[in-house]
């Protein structure tokens, strides 16, 4: 692309690739020199032409001195990245309804879901923590919502495979970043805000306006989904330009359950919409993933979904790597891989376990908290799984470079009355869980999910994932040593 088709008054010079980091050899590329939280852009300007910029975009004066540069100055760099990318890469987002979704807990889950029903019909991709899809293409997550070069160029691959529209994870850093300042969302949803990420907001008010920008961006004729139940459903669209709509079960909403049986194994309940009653019985379990499903019900139906062929579908919804994963090999007892990693996030979970064990059983819990992320939520962890648990085993998630055993310490310290245990290693802990087990106990391995790796100090190393470690740990550490005690029985 001609760089005179990005700026105005820009010279014919061809573009091949658009670069954030002096540090990546592209080509013909324009370099934008981004303010970030630790470097300025603006300082690497010298090596970003070294490895292949021929255009550079600042809106610090720097000094201009290579002939064979055009250097650009704008007010706001982002802003110019922002447009320059949607423009580069076509704007692909245009091309397909995008559904956005955010709030503290159940994006992956419900843009998932909105992917799962949608692409037997219209084909859907995904962006998001746990992967990126398209198509038959599944490639490994970047970020939640990944930055605006990546995002765009994501965007483009999709709708050049042919998908009509797209599930995309918004996080309040990707907001508070700009990264999806020019990706047109069709219908945005907001599941709920509670405390995480304070340690990047510093204040909730801070994190509740990261959240609120994208509902304030929204296009007029886009359509906004709120849950009416979360106190900040209802605020969180004050302002927004398009139409809303709502999902709830406390108070009459545009979608509403009633009548709410929650199982273990299955939730029935009766959806009411524009004056009509529907029976719905879906695999889903637990409380907030009722609220996920109305959400998604309302998204779908609202894009354009017939009601019939969305609830059609609810009773076979493809099970969410990772999220409320239960693990049934056989053994007596319940254990449940889940990716809970709030506080929020931890009390549904400890709330759901509660209401499948028997009360003279125990549930039995392992979970840590990651490092360098969050500090403050670690005691209230403690507190949490010291209301709801019987036995908490403290292990290592992703403790980056602090000390794991520190952190466990850190939760600890909220744990009055249970029996707590530190064990470092993942893979101890949750052999532990397993092998004190007793039947009707409930197991929650929480934090991790479907996750293939742990973040230490040097980066990501790879792990076997929850499911893997508790799946081998039954086999090794639960049935072999079942299988020797009748052995020793028979003789
Ligand atoms: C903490 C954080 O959010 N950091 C993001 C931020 O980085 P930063 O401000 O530190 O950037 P910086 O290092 O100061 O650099 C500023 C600029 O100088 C450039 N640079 C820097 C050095 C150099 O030699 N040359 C050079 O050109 C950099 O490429 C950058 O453009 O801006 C970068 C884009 O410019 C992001 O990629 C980066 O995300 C990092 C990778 C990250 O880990 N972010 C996480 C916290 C995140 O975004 N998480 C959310 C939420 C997930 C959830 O909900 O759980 C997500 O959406 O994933
Ligand atoms: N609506 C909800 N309300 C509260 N907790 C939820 C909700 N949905 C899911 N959870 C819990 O939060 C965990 C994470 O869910 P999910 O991955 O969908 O959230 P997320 O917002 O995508 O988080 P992240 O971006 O960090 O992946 C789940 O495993 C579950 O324990």
Redesign the pocket.
Known sequence: MKLSALFDNAPDIEIENLM????DVLPNSI???????????H??VN??VKNGAVCVVHSEDIKRNNANVVYIKVRDVTAALNQVAACFYGYPSKKMVVYGVTGTNG?SSIACMIRNLLNPVYACGYIG?ISIEYGDTKLPPL??????VPMQQILHDMAQAGMKACAL?I????LE?H?TDSVDVDIAIFTNLTH??LD?HGTMENYFEAKKRLFDQLKPDGTAITNKDDPHGMAMVADCPARVVTYGVLEKADYEAKDIQLNADKTIFTLVHDGSEYPVQTNLVAMFNLYNLLAVIAALHEGGLPMEQILEQLNTIPQIEGRMERIEEGQPFNIIVDFAHTPDGLEQIFKFASAITPKEKRIISVFGSAGKRDTKKRPVFGQLADKYCDLIILTEDDPRDEDPIQIAEEIAAGIQKTNRIIIESRYDAIRQAVEVANVGDTILILGKGDETFIYREFGREPWMSDPAAVRDALRKYYFETEEEDEDETVE
């Open positions: 954030v980091d002096s540090r370099f934008f020199c981004i303010k970030g939280m630790i470097h300025d852009g300082r690497y090596a970003a994006k923590t970020l939640t919502t990944p930055d605006i994870e996080s309040s850093i990707g970043q990264r995480d990420h990047y």
